[in-house]
Every structure is written in C-alpha cells, then in structure tokens.
C-alpha cells in the first residue's frame, strides 16, 4: 500500500467509496464525480502506478480489470455495452497515480478529459 495514495487507502477501508464489486484481487466502486449514468472505477488492489508499469507478472490481473469491468457494466444494466477507458500518466489525463480502468455506461454527461 502506497500511504499518500487515495484509491490504496479506499481499498484499505480508510476512506469511504461506494462498492459494487469486490474480489479476484480487484475492487469497483463509483466515481466520486461521475461523468456518466454509470461511472465505476475498477481497480487493482495492489498499487500499480500506471498502465505503462504493468509487466508480464501482471498479465491475468489485465485480464482479471477487463474481466470485472465487463461483469459490473452487464450487472449494472450496459450488457449492450459501455465505455472502457484509461488515462496513463498525468499528460494522459491522470490525475490518481493508481491504475484505474473507467466503466462508463448509459448516457455521459461530458466526455473525460
Ligand atoms: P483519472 O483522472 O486518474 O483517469 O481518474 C481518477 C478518477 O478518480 C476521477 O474520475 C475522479 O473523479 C475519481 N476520484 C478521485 N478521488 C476520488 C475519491 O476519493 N473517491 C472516488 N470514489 N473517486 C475519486
Ligand atoms: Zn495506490
């Protein structure tokens, strides 16, 4: 766990999210300032920086973020389908230093940038 960072800290239980998924060594929970009718964060629970740190090591946790982000969109009602996005590095747009996969479903409200 990274002590300076947001998303090790909901995983930890230390700071409040809303939950939709847990398990498989990965974590969903709602954006705090969702940008779309469903906007869930899917999450490792090990810190990962960003997607440029993923390693061959980490090859079924990738699988494992995609595998979730498609259980959470059919179960909140997108099994038409929904938005899977990245943002890698802070000129990618990130602003958590934390691998995150977006899941945005339904209607947006305005695009991610
Ligand atoms: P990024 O900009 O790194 O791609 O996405 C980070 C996302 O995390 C943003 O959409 C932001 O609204 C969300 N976020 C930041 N802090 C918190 C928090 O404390 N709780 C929750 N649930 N979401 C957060
Ligand atoms: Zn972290």
Redesign the pocket.
Known sequence: MAQEC??C??IAGE????FVYRGRGVVG???????ADT?V?VVPEIHIQDLRDLGEEHAGLWLTLAQVANQVARELGHADGYRF???VGAA???????L?V?VLGGAMRRI?V
């Open positions: 947001v998303f800290r909901i700071l409040p999210a809303d929970f709602r954006d705090i300032h969702p940008v906007h964060l996005y990245v943002s990618g747009g990130q602003t958590v230093p934390h995150h977006h991610p």
